[in-house]
């Protein structure tokens, strides 16, 4: 997003926002990834509504920002401010939770209990065998 704003080609501009989509839809697979494999099912619904206020005040707040930002600078520095903030947000993340970047689902505690309790609850199922 941040390249998108130097370009004053639409076509240039349309393919940066390809690629802003295709890491958006990585990013989304990473994080459902995660989700699944290592949030316990009692915590799914309060987490859920996490992740919704986070999905729809995020992008509210983005828009106000994006909307003060060309006011004063102009809709390409808009653009590339938002890229460049993103930037710094995710280092900052990165920065403050590092666990993240080691993540590794074969020694994370959370994803061992999840496994064993799927294991567990497969050998009580009963069997469908008529």
């Known amino acids: 997003m941040a390249a998108a704003g130097l370009f004053p080609q639409v076509w240039a501009v349309l393919a940066c926002l390809v690629v802003a989509g295709g890491f958006d839809e990585v990013s989304a697979l990473f994080r459902s990834v995660l989700w699944n494999a290592s949030i316990p099912d009692e915590l799914r619904g309060r987490l859920a509504g996490v992740e919704l206020l986070s ?19 102009g809709v390409r520095a808009s653009v590339t401010a938002g890229g460049l903030a993103c930037v710094a947000a995710v280092g900052a993340l990165a920065l403050a939770v590092p666990s993240l970047l080691r993540f590794d689902d074969r020694s994370d505690p959370h994803v061992r209990a999840k496994r064993a309790a799927a294991v567990a609850d497969l050998r009580e199922a009963p069997t469908g065998g008529g």
């Open 55 to 73: 999905y729809s005040m995020g992008p509210t707040g983005a828009r106000v920002r994006a909307g003060w930002t060309a006011s004063a600078l």
